[in-house]
Each structure stands twice: as structure tokens, then as C-alpha cells.
């Protein structure tokens, strides 16, 4: 049933990446459904579609790149956006608050990384709601940095890569989020305006639940005096969040009937996200891992997985020959339907957050192979903290990754991971129900939104 509308209407501004327009838009889906109107400002670099959303109202503005794939470097697209967005955003915003044929503006809900709407938001007197879309152990640890930097962790050292960092047990130096850049003093420096910025903000929300994290959460209680909403998993919030498509790459529907004629729990699902790259001789590594095992395997290879490659070029001709059927190769899946396919017996992930989080709610094991910034924080936390998967720690090599998917689908190790993920997918579930820590904070969310005037 339709709820009755509020007679409120939010703006939400996605950062344009997959992996952070989706839990924007399951956060906008989210609060339609409790009665807001919904207006989105997007980027027409990365632009999304608005007939997929018809319940919404967007706005494009442009940025000034001349056209999508330039993202080499993720950073400088982040530094470019920030630059370049700042006054088309304000005019469109502005052009938005002094419309009086639509319902007044409660609120901007910001992906946290757009810095410039602090100043924007702060002059024209709207109250500003940050979506930080890493989980909240990765974005804990920013607040430690002046004393990693203190103690020499950071910026890394190869020599000290191994070395476990004892004020952040379990991570270890390899894990700390350094972003392959040009140096390390400009990474330093967004952070330290991304914490100001965050702790000027009128609260932030992220995609997590309290029993999934909650030390992290209570350490980014501490750190920043305004209030934190965890109401995740979102994708899970909202019933039919998952026929609203939010994809930029068209979802390849043939992985499910190929799904269907797979034996319950037997298939390893590989993904790396929407941005990370793997180089040629990890990529031969992976099929081979994959081929020798004798699983069956649904493995997504998006076009410029493989910098220089268009997709499958660098497979050995007469691949596919031996695999029998067992492997199936698509450009991009449709993930949470993948995920929710009883087939499925594991995952292989780069442990992007929404990955992770979809592996979580399904109940899937992992098998962590990150590649950057916060991957590594949530490959740890995977495999030393909820003990819910295995990291690829000998590297990608073949023999190395058999091992690992027998561990997790033969042997008794995989039994124990298996237990500890489901019984986490449960928690996922409950923290939503009414009474629930997620749905108690999505409660509050609402109050603190209508309490702006
Ligand atoms: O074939 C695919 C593969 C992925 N997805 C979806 O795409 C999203 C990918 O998000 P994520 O797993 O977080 O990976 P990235 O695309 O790499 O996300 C970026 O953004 C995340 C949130 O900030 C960070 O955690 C990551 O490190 C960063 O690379 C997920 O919702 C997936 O369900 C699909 O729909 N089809």
C-alpha cells in the first residue's frame, strides 16, 4: 500500500559510482516509502536513468567531463568532481528551494565524499545529512590517522606491510586505506576535510547494523558529536528496492537460468566490483584456480577488469573446452539476485561494502581478495573478526585459490564459516523487524528529519 506522503521532499546527491549510487538510492527508496518526496541531482558523467525510478525527480547536472571511462584515477576523479560540481549544484539547488510548486525541502542526504556541500548547504540554510557508503569500521579509522602517521605506519612501507598494527588489532599494515595516488600528503589532506567537513554536518548515515558493528560504530559515536544512523542492510529495508534497478552496466539475466541448473550451494560466484582491476597474469590465475577446481563457477569479467583487454582475450584457447559447462562468464550479473540463488555456495569478492553487506544478508562465505582503499579493512574484518570467509593471504596463484574454495565447500573449516555467516545473516534480518536496532535507527532518522524547520 501506497504510504501517505509526509508533505516533505528530500534531495539526495549520489556520488557517481555503482557502489555508491546503490545504497543512495536504496536510502531514497527507503524514506519514499515512509512518505518523503524524492528529488535526486545527479552527474550526467556516469548519469542515471530516471525512468527506472519513476516515483522520483531528478534534476542532471554537468559536470564537464567529456565523456565516461576516464577513471584511471579514481582520487583525481573524486578531486575533479568536487571542483567542477560545486556551481552547478549550487544553481540547481538553489533553482530547487525556490520552487513553491513542489513541497518544501527538509534536507540534503550527500554522499559524504562531495565536500563542497558543506558551503553550499551552510549558505542557503539547508540542513545537511551526510551517506558515507564504506562500512563504519574503514571510516572509524580515519579519526587514528595523525597517530598512524605518529607511529610511521602511514604512509605504508613495504618493509612493514606484514606487521600487524597493534593500536588497530586485527588489521594489519597492508590493510590500512592508502589509495594508490600520486602522493601520499594530498590522500592526508581529503581526509582531514572529509572529518571536518563530517563533523559539521547535521548527522550521518551509514549502511551497517549495530551487531554487525558495533565497536565501530561506538568509536564514530566518540569522534563526532552528531548523530549516526545505522539502518542497514538497506537493500534488505526496503521490499522491493531490488526491482528499482540502479545499474549503469545492463545486467545479464542468463545467469540465473544457468543458476537454476546448478546443485544447491556447489557454485562459486566471482566478482570484483565495479572499479577494481586485476592485471593479466592474476586474471589466467583466476581461471585456472577456477578450472581446476571442478566447481561450477559464475564469474563476472567487466569489461576493463583487465586494463588493455577488451574481456576474454587473454583466456588460452580451448578454455572454455575444458571446463564441461561448469563455468559460466558474464560482463555484469545481477548480484543480489545472484547472491539470493540457492546454487550459490560462495562468493569471491574484492570486498567492496556492498558486496560484502550482500554477502552477509545471503549468508555466502567469502573468499577475500581486495584491491584498495577500504577492501582491505573489510577483507579483515571478514576473516579475523566475524571469521565469515577466507583471504587469498599466499596470493593468486592457482594452487593457492583450489585450496581455499576446498576449504570453504569440502572441508569442516568451511562448515564452522558457514555457521557463523548464517547465523550474521539472521542478525540482519532481526535488526530490521520492528523493535530492531536498524529499524529503531531508521525511526530516528525520520524524527531527526521533520525536527529541521
Ligand atoms: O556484476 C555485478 C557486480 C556488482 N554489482 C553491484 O555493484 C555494487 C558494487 O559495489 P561494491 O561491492 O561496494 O564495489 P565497488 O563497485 O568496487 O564500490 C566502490 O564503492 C564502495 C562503497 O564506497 C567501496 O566499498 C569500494 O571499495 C569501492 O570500490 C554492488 O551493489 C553489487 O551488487 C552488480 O549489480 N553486478
Known amino acids: 500500500m501506497e504510504q501517505l506522503r509526509n508533505g516533505k521532499r528530500l534531495i539526495f546527491f549520489p556520488l557517481p559510482f555503482q557502489g555508491h549510487i546503490n545504497p543512495m538510492l536504496e536510502l531514497a527508496n527507503i524514506l519514499h516509502s515512509k512518505g518523503f518526496s524524492i528529488t535526486i541531482i545527479h552527474t550526467s558523467f556516469n548519469s542515471l536513468n530516471p525512468s527506472s525510478h519513476p516515483h522520483f525527480t531528478f534534476h542532471s547536472i554537468h559536470e564537464g567531463f567529456s565523456k565516461s571511462g576516464t577513471l584511471k584515477d579514481t582520487l583525481l576523479v573524486i578531486s575533479s568532481l568536487n571542483a567542477n560540481c560545486h556551481e552547478p549544484f549550487r544553481g540547481c539547488l538553489t533553482r530547487l528551494l525556490s520552487d513553491v510548486s513542489k513541497e518544501p525541502v527538509a534536507c540534503l542526504i550527500t554522499d559524504s565524499v562531495y565536500d563542497f556541500t558543506k558551503s553550499v548547504a551552510e549558505s542557503l540554510k539547508l540542513p545537511r545529512i551526510l551517506l558515507r557508503a564504506w562500512s563504519a569500521s574503514s571510516f572509524a579509522i580515519y579519526a587514528t590517522f595523525p597517530l598512524l602517521r605518529e607511529k610511521g605506519y602511514l604512509p605504508k612501507q613495504d618493509s612493514r606491510l606484514e606487521e600487524e598494527v597493534t593500536e588497530l588489532s586485527p588489521f594489519k599494515v597492508k590493510d590500512l586505506p592508502l589509495i594508490n595516488s600520486d602522493g601520499p600528503e594530498r590522500y592526508f589532506k581529503i581526509i582531514a576535510d572529509l572529518e571536518d567537513q563530517t563533523k559539521a554536518s547535521c ?71 565495479s572499479v577494481a582491476a586485476i592485471n593479466e597474469a592474476q586474471f589466467l590465475e583466476i581461471a585456472w584456480g577456477l578450472a581446476n577446481s571442478k566447481q561450477p563457477f559464475l564469474w563476472v569479467v567487466r569489461p576493463g577488469l583487465v586494463p588493455g583487454s577488451d574481456w576474454l582475450e587473454a583466456l588460452p584457447s580451448g578454455f572454455h573446452e575444458t571446463l564441461n559447462g561448469k563455468g559460466h ?69 592457482r594452487g593457492n585459490i583450489e585450496k581455499t574454495i576446498r576449504k570453504l565447500l569440502v572441508e569442516k573449516e568451511g562448515e564452522e564459516i558457514k555457521d557463523r555467516v548464517v547465523k550474521l545473516m539472521q542478525k540482519a534480518n532481526f535488526c530490521l523487524k520492528p523493535g530492531g536496532s536498524s529499524y529503531q535507527s531508521l525511526d530516528a532518522l525520520i524524527k531527526h528529519i521533520l525536527s529541521f524547520n
Request: aromatic residues 10%; charged residues 15%.
Open 329 to 397: 562468464i558474464v560482463k555484469w550479473a545481477s548480484q543480489k539476485e545472484v547472491l539470493s540463488h540457492q546454487a550459490i555456495g560462495v562468493f569471491w569478492t574484492h570486498n567492496g561494502w556492498n558486496s560484502t553487506l550482500e554477502s552477509i544478508c545471503e549468508g555466502i562465505p567469502m573468499i577475500c581478495m581486495p584491491c584498495s582503499a577500504d577492501q582491505m579493512m573489510n577483507a579483515r574484518y571478514v576473516s579475523d573478526v566475524w571469521k565469515v570467509g577466507l583471504q587469498l593471504e599466499d596470493g593468486v596463484e
Open 203 to 273: 548527522g550521518l548515515i551509514l549502511n551497517t547494523f549495530e551487531d554487525l558493528d558495533e565497536h565501530a560504530l561506538a568509536t564514530i559515536r566518540q569522534n563526532y558529536s552528531i548523530p549516526v544512523f545505522s539502518l542497514g542492510p538497506f537493500h534488505k529495508c526496503y521490499p522491493n528496492s531490488s526491482s528499482t534497478s540502479s545499474s549503469l552496466l545492463a545486467q545479464d539475466q542468463s545467469c540465473i537460468s544457468w543458476l537454476n541448473r546448478q546443485a544447491p550451494k556447489s557454485v562459486i560466484y566471482v566478482s570484483f566490483g
